[in-house]
């Protein structure tokens, strides 16, 4: 099976996808909620935009904005059919598997922690020397 954390370090190297950010309002969003709803979310929102054969406005249905989970999506590269195929070399034209939609709810769950620790340590400063 695909590597989660090699899949994210790959995508580090990807110009496009690391410049996205949660904003404030998705993090607020993913503290309040806390990860297990927001993931639950996340699932909800692959099965009914992308687990069929052939989803609706596929290459479209993902928002970029107003759900920590939306925005996930496009940094991990699991938006759309396309780009399930050329990142995580899943087909397009059948529907996901259940092994498939863990690993994506996997990688959206990585994601989103390592964004909400990122941003912790840029609002208290911490530079990795505290003592
Ligand atoms: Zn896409």
């Known amino acids: ?3 989660v ?3 994210l370090s790959r995508l580090r190297r990807s110009p496009f ?6 904003q404030k309002k998705e993090l607020e969003y993913l503290r309040n909620k806390g990860m297990e709803e927001v993931l639950q979310h996340a699932a909800d929102f692959i099965q009914k935009r992308l687990a069929s054969a052939n989803p609706a406005n596929d290459g479209k249905q993902t928002p970029w904005h107003n759900h ?3 925005v996930a999506q496009h940094a991990t590269a699991t938006c759309c059919r396309g780009c399930l195929q050329k990142w995580h070399q899943i087909p397009k034209g059948r529907a996901l598997t259940e092994e498939e939609l863990q690993y994506i ?3 959206i769950g990585t994601w ?3 964004e909400r ?3 912790e340590k840029r609002k208290t400063g911490y530079t990795g020397h505290t003592s």
């Open 1 to 3: 099976m695909r590597d």
């Open 112 to 114: 989103l922690s390592q």
């Open 117 to 119: 620790d990122a941003a």
């Open 17 to 22: 996808r690391s410049g996205i950010r949660l």
């Open 68 to 70: 920590p989970a939306f």
């Open 5 to 7: 954390q090699d899949v």
């Open 105 to 107: 709810i996997e990688l």
